[in-house]
């Protein structure tokens, strides 16, 4: 395989945004450099490095994010406990963007029986009725969910500014696609967790997977996925015109778009909690296209988040020696 060229997210507009949305351009380039040719990169790690053990450093200027979905009520059951913790992905992306001192603000909506408005930086906005609230049954490797309730949609109205990073974070179909629609407008580049569009609860409070509807990956330049969300995704056909982050716990990430594709070792970790862990990834991405660097550079920065974020239960608190300067 041929080693593909490193390129950014351009900036798009509504004439360009259709052929701006498939290309990775992960960077803006000033005049001087633009004319400066393309450097290639590694389409395989180097010897010795399947397993990394340092955070990449970045150290471009950070730029705001607006991350959009609700955070829950999670109710943890393992074999012999049951911890009841802040949830909602973009609880654990907030708190991973806070560690690593990004801009970002955070659109959510919570029932008036929130329990955790005293563990979020961005506070949400307050409906009547219940906070969405999973339970999380662990048995071993194996998670199922079940969902207790469910907080109203997110709307386009709620959306507002512009930005540079939009983060869609849905964890119980809080984001339809006029919503998603509308972060596509107002954010320069859109990344999703796979999800956001994938989701459905069932009447009984199940947690199954569909296809995305008509027009949700046309609104998403960067896409993550899990090895069993990849499964219901059309990913010859999405690695075409966006760039596809498939995830697989501790055996890394592969980027795949049009181009070829590049395996990510994932970093080592001691592991109590693997809840959020997709999340915290998703969000150490957004970071790493925020401040400039190119998407394999950023999913090794998502990496390294996820491997933080499993070694505590619930939503992670970084201490400031895993901070990234």
Known sequence: MQPRRRRTLRSSSPGNRRAARGRLHMQRRGPAEAAAPPRRIRTSPRAGEAIASHAPRCDKR??????????????????????????????????????????HE????????????????????????????????????????RVDAVAPAIEPEELRGTWDVGLACAIAGEIPLRTLQRLRQISRIVLADAQSILR??????????????????????????????????????LRKRLTLIVTDGARGCT???????????????????????????????????????????????????????????????????????
Request: with cysteine; hydrophobic share 45%; net charge negative.
């Open 62 to 103: 950070a730029v705001p994010i607006l991350v959009v979905g609700h955070y829950c009520h999670d109710t943890l059951v393992r074999n012999a406990s049951v911890h009841q913790v802040l949830g909602g992905s973009s609880a654990y992306a907030s708190a991973i963007l806070d560690a690593l001192g990004e801009a």
């Open 106 to 145: 955070v659109v959510a909506k919570v029932g008036d029986d929130f329990r955790y408005a005293h563990e979020v930086s961005r506070k949400p906005a307050v409906v009547p009725g219940r906070t969405t609230a999973f339970v999380d049954a662990y048995r071993g490797a194996v998670r199922t969910e």
């Open 200 to 237: 459905e609860v069932t009447g009984r409070g199940e947690v199954v997977l569909r296809p995305p509807e008509p027009g949700a990956t046309e609104a998403i330049d960067v896409l993550k996925a899990s090895r069993d969300e990849a499964q219901v995704l059309d990913v010859a056909a």
């Open 255 to 325: 980027v795949l778009d049009r181009e070829g594709q590049l395996s990510i070792a994932a970093y080592p970790a001691e592991e109590k909690d693997a809840t959020g862990a997709g999340d915290c990834f998703l969000a150490g991405v957004a970071a790493g296209l925020a401040r400039g660097l190119p998407v394999e550079e950023a999913a090794r920065l998502g990496s390294w988040c996820g491997a933080r974020a499993v070694e505590h239960v619930g939503v992670p608190r970084l201490s400031p020696g895993d901070r990234l300067g």
